[in-house]
C-alpha cells in the first residue's frame, strides 16, 4: 500500500532533522550519510505534495463524466484507437488481465524510486536534474488534474470493464474511496513517470540492455488502457508536461548563459534529454545541473561580489 501523504511528511521531517543533527560529527561517513539524508527528506516531501494534492482533487467530482465523454469523442474524431477494442482482446484472459491489474496499481512509484536510488548512487552528477523534471512534470499534472476527468470504467455503457473489480484486485473499491482520487484520470502519472524512467535510463546508462527498460513504459500504457482505468489522450498530455517541464529547464539555463555572457566563469550551455549540461568556472566536475543547482551557482557568485 502507498504512504499516506501524513506517513511521508512524518517521515521527511524526522529524517531532515537526524540528517541536520549529525552534521557536525567527525566521520567519514557523515558527509554521504547527510546527503543522501537531505535528497531523501526532499523526494518524501515531494511525494507527499503529490497525495496531498490529489486528496484536495477527491471533491472535485462536477462535470467528471461529461468531461470524460468529451474527451472519448475528440479521440474517435482523432481517429485515435479504441481503448475499448483493447481491452476487449485481454479482458477474459485471467492471468493477463491479473497481471496488468497488478503492474497498474503496484509498479509506477517502486520503478521511480528505483530509478533515483540508482541516479543518486552511481550517478550523482545526473541526478538533480532528472528529479527536477520529474517534479515540476508531477506539478504540471496535479494543476491540470483540479480539473474532473472521469476514467473509462465510469462508462460502461460504452463497453468498459472496471478489469480491477472484475478480478478482485481494484486498488479503489466500489464506493469511490481508495488510496488515489478516482477522478485525476487526466493526465496519467503512470505513464508520466514511466516516460521519466525509460528516457533517464536510455539516456545516461551505457549498458547494452538498456533498452529493455522501455518495456516499462510500454507495458505501463498497456495497463492504464486495458484495465479502463485511463484514456489514451492521459497519457499524451502527460508526455507533453513532461516535455515542458524539460523545457523550462532548457530555457532557464539559455536566459542564464545569456545573463552571464562577457562574464568571467560565463556559463556554455548544451542541451541534453531530461536536462541541460553547463561549463562554466564555478561548476566543474558536474557535467549536468539541474535548475536548483543554477539558483545555488548564481548565489554563490552572488555572495562574492
Not at 237 to 245: D, E, N, P, R
Request: aromatic residues 10%.
Amino acid at each position: 500500500m502507498l504512504l499516506s501523504w501524513q506517513t511521508a511528511l512524518k517521515m521527511a521531517v524526522a529524517i531532515i532533522v537526524v540528517a541536520l543533527s549529525i552534521r557536525r560529527v567527525r566521520r567519514p561517513w557523515i558527509v554521504p550519510a547527510v546527503a543522501t539524508g537531505k535528497e531523501l527528506s526532499l523526494v518524501l516531501a515531494l511525494y507527499a505534495l503529490w497525495q496531498y494534492a490529489h486528496d484536495l482533487a477527491i471533491d472535485k467530482t462536477e462535470g467528471a463524466i461529461d468531461h470524460a465523454r468529451w474527451l472519448f469523442a475528440l479521440e474517435q474524431r482523432m481517429h485515435l484507437p479504441s481503448e475499448v477494442s483493447l481491452q476487449n482482446v485481454l479482458i477474459h484472459h485471467k492471468l493477463a488481465m491479473q497481471f496488468l491489474n497488478i503492474y497498474y496499481g503496484g509498479m509506477h512509484v517502486p520503478m521511480v524510486g528505483i530509478m533515483l536510488i540508482w541516479l543518486f548512487f552511481r550517478h550523482r552528477e545526473r541526478y538533480a536534474r532528472v528529479r527536477t523534471s520529474l517534479a515540476l512534470m508531477i506539478a504540471g499534472c496535479l494543476t491540470i488534474q483540479m480539473i474532473p476527468m472521469a476514467p473509462p470504467r465510469f462508462l460502461p455503457d460504452l463497453g468498459f470493464v472496471d478489469a480491477g473489480l472484475l478480478y478482485g484486485q481494484s486498488v479503489y473499491g466500489r464506493g469511490g474511496s481508495g488510496m488515489s482520487n478516482q477522478l485525476a484520470a487526466m493526465p496519467s502519472q503512470h505513464v508520466g513517470w514511466s516516460l521519466v524512467v525509460g528516457f533517464a535510463v536510455v539516456s545516461i546508462s551505457t549498458s547494452k540492455w538498456r533498452w529493455l527498460v522501455l518495456m516499462h513504459t510500454v507495458l505501463t500504457v498497456i495497463a492504464v488502457v486495458a484495465t479502463a482505468n485511463h484514456w489514451w489522450l492521459d497519457g499524451v498530455v502527460a508526455g507533453l508536461v513532461l516535455a515542458l517541464a524539460y523545457g523550462l529547464q532548457v530555457a532557464y539555463a539559455a536566459i542564464r548563459a545569456r545573463f552571464r555572457h562577457g562574464e568571467p566563469g560565463a556559463a556554455s550551455v548544451r542541451i541534453t534529454p531530461l536536462g541541460v549540461d553547463v561549463s562554466r568556472d564555478q561548476l566543474q566536475g558536474s557535467d549536468a545541473v539541474s535548475v536548483p543547482s543554477l539558483l545555488a551557482a548564481y548565489a554563490d557568485d552572488t555572495s562574492r561580489r
